[in-house]
């Protein structure tokens, strides 16, 4: 296979999930929107909410998506019968993990007033808590179903399930939040019963796409009822946690850095913010090459053709930095233009402009830690990258950040500079380790 045709089947497949990544954001984008509209009190505990409800759902997403690189490898190896049990007991994996993170939501409360949230706004913040986690068991095992077929080579129904939630939440926002069709009206809380009934709608389209569309009969993924089997499930957990943990590292390395920058003041808040909003939109499409990567590695590796795994891998990486030197080249370029779009105070524009050049340089090593992830997620290699992860950025990123922007009081900015030197870090041991492991053109385990 050419250069060429290897990027063009990793951009097939991986389309869709750009286009379901984009989706998601959106579904944040209108929950903050429709709260706005209620109130700024309605505004601030839907983000306190949803900042909770993210750690976790992190967590999730990186234990369950250890299904994905399995069932690639057994997909590539022609072992498609062994799929339908590898699904069956990522199934059992996603109830644990629903049923632990269901109960955390429940008891978080003393984290809140631990956290100094505002006393005001922690009520409804629970309220909409409570209403989204019965939301929670739908989004693991959808998560499971989703990451089955992405290994499979089947991406456009994420991309189909994530726009049905996208409308979904609409209707749901504007109906449970604003008390429409005879309802009562829910406020922020509505917004959480809404997540919740549209998680369970994902689930729904999921599972009967899987079940009537012919390509998938093949795998028998509800031919049969299982009893958990505890060997596949603590593999499946073996594999899944580092790459949770990884996820979880990155997020909270953002959570935390918004915190910091809050005790500088409510432009460098603002700044901070646009540049954050623009690399995210952009991260969708890296984002979702990395998934795609994923599958093409450990489809080659299934079929016993290490060399088929590294050149999947490399040219996945490729395509994502690609796109992310693109996406750099306009912040460059355009900086007040991209940050006239979010304010016209200039004030926050002038500081959005010196983050935008910040979040260019971090976009470029974005795309490459991002996709090298992916790449070595195909391998089933997951636990050393938990470890580069968890050091760069803890380890350097958000050191460096607080001694350059708090310290020695450079802002913002000097966070960033951090971001930059902590994802470049990653960026840089991800692909080396994708190399030498790779290079050896050694067989891998199914």
Not at 53 to 67: D, H, M, N
Not at 235 to 260: D, K, N, Q, W, Y
Not at 277 to 289: E, K, M, Q, R
């Amino acid at each position: 296979m050419t250069i060429r045709e290897e990027a063009i089947a990793t951009v097939k497949l991986g389309a869709p999930l750009i286009a379901a990544q984009i989706a998601q954001i959106s579904i944040g984008f209108v929950d903050v929107v429709m709260a706005g509209r209620l109130s700024p009190q309605a505004l601030a505990a839907v983000a306190v909410g949803s900042s909770v409800w993210f750690t976790v759902i992190v967590l999730c997403i990186g234990l369950l998506v250890s299904v994905s690189p399995s069932v690639a490898q057994l997909f590539g190896a022609g072992r498609h019968r062994e799929i339908g049990h590898c699904v069956r007991q990522g199934l059992w994996l996603s109830v644990a993990a629903a049923a632990a993170c269901f109960l955390v939501l429940r008891a978080i409360e003393p984290v809140l007033d631990w956290l100094h949230v505002a006393p005001e706004l922690i009520p409804t913040s629970i309220g909409f808590l409570h209403a989204i986690s019965w939301g929670l068991p739908a989004f693991c095992v959808y998560q499971v179903l989703r990451s089955f077929s992405e290994g499979v080579s089947m991406t456009r129904p994420a991309m189909y399930g994530s726009l049905i939630a996208l409308f979904g939440n609409i209707a749901g926002d504007y109906i449970f939040m604003y008390g429409k069709l005879g309802l009562p009206r829910l406020g922020a809380v509505g917004c959480g019963v809404s997540s919740a009934i549209t998680m369970w709608l994902m689930l729904v389209f999921m599972a009967a796409y899987i079940k009537l569309k012919p390509g998938y009969r093949s795998f028998g993924v509800f031919d049969r009822f299982e009893w958990p089997r505890w060997t596949e499930i603590s593999t499946l957990a073996r594999l899944g946690t580092p790459i949770a943990v990884s996820l979880f590292m990155e997020a909270s390395l953002f959570g935390v850095a918004a915190l910091v920058i809050g005790s500088i003041g409510t432009i460098a808040v603002a700044g901070h913010q646009i540049a954050l909003n623009v690399a995210a939109l952009t991260w969708t499409v890296p984002l979702g090459i990395s998934l795609a990567i994923t599958v093409r590695v450990g489809q080659a590796i299934g079929r016993d053709d290490p060399y088929g795994a590294r050149f999947a891998g490399f040219v996945g990486i490729a395509l994502g930095a690609a796109f992310m030197s693109i996406s750099a080249l306009v912040m460059f370029t355009v900086p007040r233009v991209i940050a006239s779009i979010y304010t016209q105070d200039p004030e926050v524009k002038e500081m959005a402009v010196r983050l935008l050049f910040m979040a260019a340089i971090f976009q470029i090593f974005d795309g490459l830690q991002v996709s090298g992830a992916g790449a070595l997620r195909g391998l089933k290699d997951t636990k050393i990258p938990m470890f580069i992860t968890t050091f760069s950025y803890w380890g350097i990123g958000m050191p460096l950040g607080y001694l350059l922007g708090i310290t020695l009081g450079h802002g913002p900015a000097g966070l960033w500079i951090g971001f930059i030197f902590g994802l470049g870090f990653a960026a840089i041991l991800l692909n080396v380790r994708f190399h030498l492991v790779t290079s050896a053109n050694r067989r891998f385990p199914i």
